[in-house]
């Protein structure tokens, strides 16, 4: 692990993907919501808690493919208006 790497990585990704069965904490959305990478999580723990649906990134309920592809979906339909994806970009950047 080189954290140096794992900061350029987070830096340089415009959605991440955390769709986790469990987490009852969870750093990584909190490191992406930091870093501007909108985080797509599966609802549950700490990742439901961090992440606001439709506002600092995209959730989703229910572990299933199908749930996770909505999600996906919804944040790849956002990407296409990049007044919008920035937008909640810089909600992401300014959570505490």
Do not use: N
């Not at 469990?22 to 750093?27: F, I, K, M, T, Y």
């Amino acid at each position: 692990f080189d954290p140096q790497i794992a900061r350029r990585i987070y830096g340089g990704v415009d959605v991440l993907l955390v769709p986790s069965k469990v987490e009852p904490c969870g750093l990584v959305q909190l490191y992406g919501l930091r870093y501007g990478a909108v985080p797509v999580v599966h609802a549950v723990g700490g990742l439901r808690d961090t992440v606001k649906d439709g506002v600092t990134g995209f959730t989703f309920t229910g572990h299933t493919p199908e749930a996770l592809l909505q999600a996906v979906g919804r944040a790849a339909s956002l990407w296409t208006t990049p007044a919008e994806f920035r937008a909640m970009r810089r909600r992401g950047m300014s959570e505490d």
